[in-house]
């Protein structure tokens, strides 16, 4: 019963660890897309210089969506071993991100002015992002909420897992197939004893 509901909890948490890897991957390709559309550009003659680095929000979309990939290796690996080590690893780097992104909403909501707590970005993809959510609100609140749940439900997940404890059992049918061991070492010990005492 224990291994069948260990199973369980390791497939779900590999599935909600697996919607946290597409959040991550979609974050990856935008903010490449990102990247592609400043040198595109800067190559079309726009006010950029042409030695300047991409801004702040392209950079930090980029490391975010990284950040939840290696999470997502981290819980994949957890969830597969239930090592203890693994999985707490795992709960705090979830819980981590999950303080950062409540911080952030706490900002946006409570804070009318919440855009000019950030860097100023001249590409203008920021913006684009805001107006994308803005007209888009209802199904972003939702993929936003999706991501969190499954965030949160990896943690419970992954402390029941750990609570469970690794799979030591042993797959033994009956005890009669179970090879009983030698001793050759004392056998030969014995035999040099005895050949000793005869001479």
Not at 11 to 16: D, G, H, R
Not at 125 to 135: A, Q, T
Not at 138 to 166: D, E, F
Request: with cysteine; hydrophobic share 45%; glycine share 6%.
């Amino acid at each position: 019963m224990v291994r069948w509901a260990r199973s369980c909890l390791q497939s779900a948490l590999k599935l909600m660890n697996s919607v946290i890897g597409l959040a991550g991957m979609g974050m990856i390709l935008y903010s490449l897309w990102m990247i592609r559309s400043w040198y595109k550009d800067i190559d079309d003659g726009y006010s950029f210089s042409a030695d300047s680095s991409p801004p702040w929000f392209i950079y930090t979309f980029l490391g975010l969506g990284i950040f939840l990939c290696l999470i997502t290796c981290v819980g994949h690996i957890a969830a597969e071993t239930a090592n203890s080590h693994c999985l707490s690893c795992y709960m705090i780097f979830l819980f981590l991100l999950l303080i950062l992104e409540g911080a952030i909403t706490a900002d946006i909501l409570l804070n009318r002015n919440w855009a000019e707590d950030f860097p100023e970005d001249p590409t203008g993809k920021f913006d684009e992002l805001k107006k994308f959510v803005r007209l888009n609100y209802k199904m972003c609140k939702w993929i936003g909420l999706l991501i969190v749940a499954a965030q949160a439900s990896s943690i419970i997940t992954a402390m029941v897992l750990k609570a469970l404890g690794p799979d030591c059992e042993i797959d033994y049918d009956s005890d009669d197939d179970s090879v009983t061991a030698r001793l050759p070492l004392l056998r030969n010990q014995v035999l040099r004893t005895g050949d000793d005492s005869i001479s």
